[in-house]
């Protein structure tokens, strides 16, 4: 199992992290290389389903996700069940007082194909965490822009 845990500040409150991270179509503004569309449902509620779709050039792959906890304004859980990207992940949201926020945003991956999987992760694995981080911050600046 691959796990990433990876945390931002942001001078927002709780309730405007909340709205900038889910709001799925403009997750592309911040989140490296993605488009995140609204496949099933209404992309706010337990059972709503979305696709992402992550990729540099021509080369991409898209992850299947199903909301499987909704909490708001503290936590959003999915199940990823692509190809490449499979298991738990989500993020939540700790208030900070009444004008800053921290979004923890987690992923319990399993790897595709077994052992193989464990070694390309080993090679990936530092340039996704970067990734994540970067994004993270362009999140931050996004929810920021939002108050």
């Known amino acids: 199992m691959i796990e ?11 309730a ?10 403009k997750q592309g503004e911040w989140m490296l290389g993605t488009r995140v569309r609204v496949e099933e449902g209404d992309g706010r509620s337990l059972g709503s389903r979305l696709s992402a779709r992550t990729a540099l050039g021509p080369l991409g792959f898209t992850d299947h996700m199903e909301i499987t906890r909704w909490e708001p304004p503290v936590s959003c859980e999915v199940m990823h069940s692509g190809r490449v990207v499979r298991g738990p992940g989500g993020f939540t949201i700790e208030a900070r007082g009444v004008s800053r926020s921290t979004l923890v945003w987690w992923e319990r991956l399993t790897p595709p194909m077994g052992a193989l999987g464990v070694l390309a992760w080993r090679v990936t694995g530092p340039a996704f965490r970067l990734g994540i981080r970067h994004s993270l911050r362009r999140f931050a600046d996004f929810a920021e822009s939002r108050t």
């Open 16 to 25: 405007v992290v909340w709205a900038a991270v889910t709001d799925w179509h």
């Open 4 to 14: 990433v845990v990876e945390r931002v500040d942001v001078v927002a409150p709780a």
